[in-house]
């Protein structure tokens, strides 16, 4: 099982920047892929961004040149540094993570982040 606390929402104002933390703790092998995604009221949970224990990432193209995803390893904590941030980033932020034994993807408790304009 893991277990994933997620941290660093909040309100900010447009072109502004916050960064989330999602901490891993728990019984399990390894991580392979650690990442977040968004729910905006209204709409689907979409992928904003995530990374492989490999340190290979993919963004959504609307996140991307603004947003960057890291990784530590050895703290099995995923970042998201999000600046320039639009009105449209308002969402509820899940940190999400993958393993492969057993083959499952947890998700976090979600942390808001509202961008006034």
């Known amino acids: 099982q893991v277990q994933l606390v997620e941290s660093g929402g909040g309100l900010v104002q447009a072109g502004g920047s916050l960064r989330l933390s999602c901490a891993a703790s728990?019984?399990?092998?390894?991580?392979?892929?650690m990442g977040w995604y968004r729910q905006a009221p209204g709409k689907q949970r979409e992928l904003v961004a995530r990374i492989t224990n490999g340190g290979n990432t993919n963004y959504a193209d609307s996140v991307k040149g603004r947003f960057t995803i890291s990784r530590d390893n050895a703290k099995n904590t995923v970042y998201l540094q999000m600046n320039s941030l639009k009105p449209e980033d308002t969402a509820v932020y899940y940190c999400?993570?993958?393993?492969?034994?057993?083959?499952?993807?947890?998700w976090g408790q979600g942390t808001q982040v509202t961008v006034s304009s």
């Open positions: 728990g019984s399990f092998f390894r991580l392979v892929a």
């Open positions: 999400n993570a993958e393993t492969v034994i057993p083959p499952k993807t947890y």
